[in-house]
């Protein structure tokens, strides 16, 4: 599928005063996709009601997402637009196809893009001692560790596979000592031999507007959204008094969307955010620690430059746009 429908509109912010603010043009693609995906959710797309706030938010930028939430959105022709789109799809294979299909576009993009932000961070990175830190980042994952190098796990495999060759079919030929060789060599290829520092920081609360998709989306645990918001770790307290906040949540849902309630919601959020007082810690990716003895700087350097290799090659099939610099660019 070398090009596929946009469902691509220019939207405007209507003013108090009756004026008409044009934001630009924003994406719908996506979200178009999905009501398609899901027919109980065309009325709001072919005109027949308000399309819900949490469907289309997803795809606008920042700004739009703003007059969206205060409820001064515009988009003109919005459903003949949309039946346009959806004729289109359903030339090109119908919408769980293309939505298959832009999946694994995004997966190619960001799997690559991570890749070489991963190595031009490093690069840049101050290598610091172990001791100076009380947790770490797992590089690819942003997940926080109590170790540089949480390998406990690991470390029992391959005990076992050492000492139980019979259990290991790979790992028969040879004696100890290859096998050994052969698992650290695994181990220093295939295991990032870094991890990122960690800085402190206060908890500050949740986002009023990703709250409100979050509850209009049928969420009812506060806790489930903020770990699911969120890779930090809570290093002290935790969220506190979410009474008030699971209060604000029933008011807003029985009374329904609209100007009025979501700016309530909004001023309870940032009112509740104001009594939390715990920490969390967050990677700090301008500080890399080794994860074992003997690693260095350029070590690290080479085993990021190969894991930009092989996400390269594996997903080889992307086209980088020819204005954007070819992400090994930054290798040199």
Not at 59 to 64: G, N, R, T, V, Y
Not at 144 to 149: C, G, N, S, T, V
Not at 223 to 235: C, E, I, P, R, Y
Not at 277 to 302: K, Q
Request: hydrophobic share 40%; glycine share 8%; aromatic share 8%.
């Amino acid at each position: 599928m070398q090009q596929y429908p946009r469902l691509e509109v220019v939207a405007y912010e209507f003013g108090s005063d009756g004026s008409c603010r044009e934001i630009g043009t924003e994406d719908l693609t996506a979200s178009a996709i999905r009501a398609l995906v899901a027919p109980g959710n065309l009325r709001g797309w072919l005109g027949r009601e308000r399309i819900p706030l949490d469907e289309i938010i997803p795809s606008l930028s920042q700004e739009a997402r703003k007059v969206a939430a205060a409820g001064d959105l515009y988009i003109p022709d919005l459903a003949p637009r949309f039946r346009d789109f959806a004729a289109e799809v359903r030339e090109v294979g119908g919408p769980m196809a293309l939505r298959d299909h832009l999946r694994s576009i995004e997966l190619c993009r960001k799997s690559v893009s991570d890749a070489a932000g991963l190595l031009k961070c490093v690069l840049a990175a101050q290598v610091s001692h172990p001791g100076e830190f009380s947790h770490y980042a797992d590089p690819l994952t942003g997940e926080i560790k109590a170790e540089a190098a949480d390998q406990v796990a690991w470390g029992r495999i391959a005990h076992a596979l050492i000492d139980a060759p019979d259990r290991a079919p790979a790992t028969r030929r040879g004696g100890r000592e290859q096998r050994e060789r052969q698992i650290d060599e695994w181990d220093n290829q295939s295991m990032a031999p870094f991890a990122f520092g960690t800085v402190k920081e206060p908890w500050r609360g949740v986002e009023p507007l990703r709250y409100a998709e979050f509850i209009s989306r049928g969420g009812i645990d506060l806790l489930s959204f903020v770990n699911g918001d969120q890779t930090k770790g809570f290093l002290e307290g935790k969220p506190v008094d979410t009474w008030l906040l699971d209060e604000a949540a029933a008011e807003f849902l029985e009374r329904g969307p609209s100007r009025e309630t979501r700016q309530a919601l909004a001023d309870a959020v940032r009112a509740w955010n104001v009594r939390q007082t715990a920490v969390f810690v967050i990677p700090d990716r301008t500080r890399v620690v080794p994860a074992r003895e003997g690693v260095t700087h350029e070590g690290m350097v080479r085993w990021c430059r190969r894991h930009l290799l092989s996400t390269i090659e594996v997903y080889g099939g992307i086209q980088i746009e020819r204005d954007r610099p070819h992400p090994l660019a930054i290798m040199h």
